[in-house]
T-cell receptor, first 117, second 114 residues
Framework: AQTVTQSQPEMSVQEAETVTLSCTYDTSENNYYLFWYKQPPSRQMILVIRQEAYKQQNATENRFSVNFQKAAKSFSLKISDSQLGDTAMYFCAFMRLTQGGSEKLVFGKGTKLTVNP | DTEVTQTPKHLVMGMTNKKSLKCEQHMGHRAMYWYKQKAKKPPELMFVYSYEKLSINESVPSRFSPECPNSSLLNLHLHALQPEDSALYLC?????????????FGQGTRLTVV
């Protein structure tokens, strides 16, 4: 079974600084997808960034980038120039294709990030 | 339109009530999901529908009954719930093709069972 581990329950960062959230996962599969989702107090899960396992290049979306280390099964999220609106719970997630053709997201326990002014 | 709309946003129900949660998307996604999220916990998968057919049931009690009447709509029928079923229920949708996959989530229904 796939597992996703986020070892930092809470983190804080000063506005405009950089912060890195850690995520490791365990799988025996070769093809899969990794995601970082953000859940602000509004409750909606919002996709921050995604990475296909077959791509060696790390994904980047504006201030958000990942460090994907496939051999180490590590997928950390770096947030540059942190903004107050980045305050949220961040979930690392793993997606695999099931036998039935459906896709199943498995989430880590989350990291609560607070950006301080 | 990249929205997944869930109604109602809040629901309080008694243990003998029957209620339904509704989820709608118009992105042409053929995979739809129900997740349950307890406070300060990650979402836990309940059901997956693929091409309007139930493809995954994560051993969910029968007091939760999903339904996918068409490719845009997903319902969750609730009956004889317990107080421990109180949680945020999230709906999501995605394309089934693995070449272009991202799950879009709704804002959830906050359910309280009294």
């Amino acid at each position: 079974a796939q597992t996703v581990t986020q070892s930092q329950p809470e983190m804080s960062v000063q506005e405009a600084e950089t912060v890195t959230l850690s995520c490791t996962y365990d799988t025996s599969e070769n093809n899969y997808y990794l995601f970082w989702y953000k859940q602000p107090p509004s409750r909606q899960m919002i996709l921050v960034i995604r990475q296909e396992a077959y791509k060696q290049q790390n994904a980047t979306e504006n201030r958000f980038s990942v460090n994907f280390q496939k051999a180490a099964k590590s997928f950390s999220l770096k947030i540059s120039d942190s903004q107050l609106g980045d305050t949220a719970m961040y979930f690392c997630a793993f997606m695999r294709l099931t036998q039935g053709g459906s896709e199943k997201l498995v989430f880590g326990k989350g990291t609560k990030l607070t950006v301080n002014p | 339109d990249t929205e997944v709309t869930q109604t109602p946003k809040h629901l309080v129900m008694g243990m003998t009530n029957k209620k339904s949660l509704k989820c709608e998307q118009h992105m042409g996604h053929r995979a739809m999901y129900w997740y349950k999220q307890k406070a300060k916990k990650p979402p836990e998968l309940m059901f997956v529908y693929s091409y309007e057919k139930l493809s995954i049931n994560e051993s969910v009690p029968s007091r939760f009954s999903p339904e996918c009447p068409n490719s845009s709509l997903l319902n969750l029928h609730l009956h004889a719930l317990q107080p421990e079923d109180s949680a945020l229920y999230l709906c999501a949708s995605s394309q089934v093709r693995i070449s272009n996959t991202e799950a879009f989530f709704g804002q959830g229904t906050r359910l309280t069972v009294v």
